[in-house]
């Protein structure tokens, strides 16, 4: 294990250093953080008061909060390893972890003695706390989902530990320029990470390439030799994760790559020195960058080598951990669980499988039965173009023994196939893990169904249409294998961290206990009439919408009027997410404007923010669109007051966490039956704003908790949109609604593209094709119905009160809590382990 890293070498002669017990806690009154702040300025930083650089105060509190978190997450790893208790291992190619140093504050209850020592010091936190870049190592919904997974976890004192990737850019920053985006590096490590603790001493050696050799040892065993591969190190970064005020600290561990120091000796011998180290050069490539595409990857080298470390390192260190305390492999299953976060980390089956064969000797039978035991997958999407595959050839070139392994996995679960349909193969070419055709291509989902005890899918409707759809056959053959967990979003940042009033305002009627159990939430029903509740209740959101308002007004120049509905649309741009039937909608406002139509008229503020693939065309143009016609409306002195319309630059967690408390409006209207569960949605209705949507994803169960009469509904269901593709005819729409022509017509006219003729003319195609896979116009006059409903309630404000309450005290079902509780009792079944509270 210490091979490359001579550094690391193991003490010999000296004793280990003091143990914990004879550290002396640290303290959290202001004046100890005062004092440690100092420390960490003047004498590790080396700044003086000359220094004007926000970095250094920002880092200096870091690292002073950092020291409080260590000592709790020692004692939460010794807890651990104490009991040898079950451990899962959360899988996943993205962390959107957002800030940290807020966070931590709220959840190790400090933010009131830093605030002290800040004042004494004549700092302002905020700005500090303002200045930490996000941790953007995720595109969207699946990646964010991983970062409240873990904050649940540790809440919860689960053992989970994450596994991932230290990108060393993150997610683009998107910039608006004339209205198109404009994609900018994210060098977020640039200027070091005060969250990591980098531990070379836990360095992991990863193969690609080379040729397997078969050799039969004495015992007359055959055994499996990969050989002649290019290796890279894993050196792991641990982020620590604490729990709410409980004591318990637990570990994201992100993997860097690095190269050996081995020299290729047949190509320095043959003179090619700068070809050998440009070699070494490459590996570090592997976690250089992440890829922004949330939907289609077409089989990039980089990708899968990224996924297979990822695999390969985490199992090594999970084997490695297991055996300083395990002589072998025996109750490795009842000990352990590896949640893979959709198919990306799905190689790690195949790679357990070589590790327990090829490096610990078992049996293909023992192998499988350990691995198989402990693999658990969850989809997040249902988007053909998004179930990934990988070229046979390309596996065979950089994971040779990876594949002979999959070809294995394959051909004894065909068997199993013709066993339970005799004689059909249709099914098992269907259910093949290797897809035939001209270039083979290995299917990683069914890699993942096929390895895994359990399948889940991450709302009701999606987890159904996997059994019934895409997944099918395999559901016909292990039924029990598939279960829904529903997701959620950890109520400490998307509610009581971005929103403090409503923290304050909760907490003063029902205690501060609803923070770690939602459903407590109910418990505010009885202030729901209140005259003085509702009153500050209304003040809150105004309070919140102004700060979104002076959000809007530096980031897009847009003057939001607080008294106007926010109606805001915030996530990734795609075409199933519709953002066009958004912006639809707008020109049709719009028009009305123009018509003189205002009867009923209520005025808004429509926010529309999100970031699109680089290489995803018509979301780009989307971004154009909406940016036009902002221009447009926003300089008309007719609209001026009625409407008003901004898309947000460079949409992240940030500023999720000012966006979500200061909207009346959240905007869900995905084609129903493409979005898997949607989380946005949960983040909004917790901040007391109200849902439009579709019956898709979470949203069905969103409008189940708040009650259809605080819900705006619209548009097909899942099985209408299936079963009325063949018979749309979005042409006959046009012709016979004239709103909706009216709304084509002004699109066709160039109003929004007067000096780009033909801009917008591949979104004119995508509308009125008829094979369009979204169906924007067969829900638009039905989203048109419906946004008038919202105008309606808008004006009757004590209506909007009642139902902005009522969506915040039914949310409790979407905190991840609920989730993790579930994914615990259904899948993973761990004991939960007290790290000897220290609060
Ligand atoms: C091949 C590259 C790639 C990367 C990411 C393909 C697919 C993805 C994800 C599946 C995209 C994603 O983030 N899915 C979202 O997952 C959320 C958490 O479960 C759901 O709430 C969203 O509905 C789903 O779109």
Not at 7 to 36: E, H, Q, R, Y
Not at 168 to 179: T, V
Not at 568 to 589: A, T
Request: charged share 25%; hydrophobic share 35%; aromatic share 10%.
């Amino acid at each position: 294990m210490y091979k490359h890293c001579n550094n690391f070498k193991l003490m010999v002669k000296s004793k280990p250093v003091d143990n914990l017990t004879n550290v002396p806690p640290l303290g959290i009154d202001a004046d100890s953080l005062k004092n440690c702040f100092r420390y960490y300025y003047n004498h590790t930083l080396g700044r003086s008061k000359n220094c004007k650089a926000i970095h250094y105060p920002y880092k200096a509190l870091s690292f002073t909060l950092k020291d409080r978190l260590m000592e709790r997450w020692k004692k939460t790893h010794s807890a651990y390893e104490e009991t040898d208790c079950k451990r899962t291992y959360y899988l996943s190619l993205e962390f959107l972890m957002g800030r940290a140093l807020s966070n931590c504050m709220l959840n190790l209850d400090l933010k009131e003695a830093v605030q002290e020592s800040f004042y004494q010091l004549g700092l302002d936190l905020e700005e500090i706390a303002e200045s930490e870049q996000d941790a953007g190592l995720g595109n969207g919904g699946l990646g964010r989902l991983a970062a409240c997974f873990l904050d649940s976890c540790a809440t919860l004192q689960l053992p989970v530990k994450g596994y991932g990737l230290r990108y060393e850019y993150g997610m683009f920053k998107q910039h608006i320029k004339q209205g198109h985006q404009v994609e900018e590096t994210d060098h977020w490590l640039l200027n070091g990470n005060p969250w990591e603790l980098e531990r070379p001493e836990y360095t992991q050696h990863i193969k690609f390439g080379g040729y397997t050799e078969y050799h039969t040892n004495n015992k007359g065993k055959m055994t499996v030799y990969w050989n002649g591969t290019r290796d890279v190190l894993a050196i792991p970064y641990d982020i620590p994760i604490p729990g709410f005020k409980n004591g318990t600290v637990n570990t994201l561990r992100l993997w860097k790559a690095a190269a050996t120091d081995e020299f290729d000796l047949d190509e320095f011998n043959s003179g090619s020195y700068t070809e050998a180290v440009e070699e070494k050069n490459s590996a570090e490539h592997i976690t250089m960058v992440l890829y922004p595409n949330d939907s289609s990857e077409n089989g990039k080298e980089l990708r899968l080598r990224q996924q297979y470390f990822l695999a390969s390192a985490s199992l090594q260190d999970v084997i490695r951990e297991w055996l300083l305390h395990h002589n072998d492999f025996s109750n490795f299953a009842q000990k352990n669980c590896f949640q893979l976060n959709d198919t990306h980390p799905t190689i790690s089956i195949a790679e357990f499988m070589r590790l327990l064969i090829d490096e610990y000797e078992h049996t293909w039978d023992e192998a499988w039965a350990i691995t198989s035991k402990c693999m658990a997958y969850t989809n997040h999407t249902l988007l053909p173009e998004a179930l990934e595959k990988w070229s046979v050839p390309l596996f065979k070139c950089l994971l040779p023994r990876l594949l002979e392994i999959i070809y294995e996995i394959n051909s004894r679960f065909l068997k199993q196939v013709a066993m339970h349909w005799p004689g059909d193969s249709v099914r098992i070419q269907q259910m093949s893990i290797i897809e035939e055709g001209p270039v083979p291509q290995v299917r990683m989902a069914y890699l993942a169904i096929v390895g895994s005890f359990s399948v889940n899918g991450v709302a009701a409707l999606h987890t159904e249409l996997l059994e019934k759809g895409l997944f099918n056959n395999f559901y016909q053959l292990w039924p029990k294998k598939f279960n829904n967990k529903t997701n959620g979003v950890t109520p400490r940042r998307w509610l009581a961290g971005c929103n403090p009033e409503l923290r304050q305002l909760i907490t003063q009627h029902i205690g501060e206990k609803w923070i770690k159990d939602l459903s407590q939430l109910n418990k505010l029903k009885k202030y729901l009439n209140k005259k003085d509740f509702r009153e500050q209740w209304k003040k809150i959101k105004q309070s919140n919408k102004s700060r979104l308002a002076h959000l809007v007004k530096t980031e897009c120049g847009v003057d939001f009027n607080t008294d106007a509905i926010f109606d805001v649309q915030v996530k990734r741009i795609h075409e199933y997410k519709r953002q066009l039937l958004n912006i639809l909608h707008v020109i049709h406002l719009y028009n009305r404007i123009k018509a003189g139509d205002t009867k009923n008229w209520a005025n808004r503020c429509v926010l529309i923010g999100g970031k699109a693939a680089p290489g995803y065309a018509m979301a780009k143009l989307t971004i154009k669109l909406i940016s036009n016609v902002a221009e447009i409306i926003n300089n008309d002195p007719q609209a001026d007051g009625l409407l008003k319309v901004a898309f947000f630059p460079n949409y992240n967690v940030s500023a999720m966490e000012i966006i979500c408390p200061g909207t009346d409006l959240s905007e869900q209207i995905s084609t129903a039956g493409k979005e898997a569960s949607g989380t946005g949605n949960m983040k909004f209705m917790m901040n007391g704003a109200l849902t439009i949507g579709t019956l898709d994803g979470a949203n069905i169960e969103i409008r189940e908790e708040v009650g259809n009469e605080n819900f705006f509904l619209f548009g097909l269901t899942a099985e209408e949109v299936q079963s009325s593709h063949h018979q749309y005819n979005p042409v006959e729409i046009i012709n016979k609604d004239k709103d909706i022509s009216a709304v084509v017509k002004m699109l066709e006219s160039g109003y929004f593209n007067q000096c780009e003729p033909q801009l917008f003319d591949p979104i004119l195609h995508s509308i009125k094709n008829p094979y369009d896979m979204w169906m924007t116009l067969a829900d638009f006059r039905s989203y048109i119905d419906a946004q008038e409903q919202v105008s309606l309630a808008y004006q009757d404000s004590k209506r909007w009160t009642t139902m902005s309450i009522m969506n915040t005290l039914s949310s409790s079902k979407f905190s991840t809590d609920r989730t993790m509780e579930e994914y615990n009792r259904d899948i993973w079944k761990l004991d939960k382990v007290s790290a000897h509270p220290i609060e």
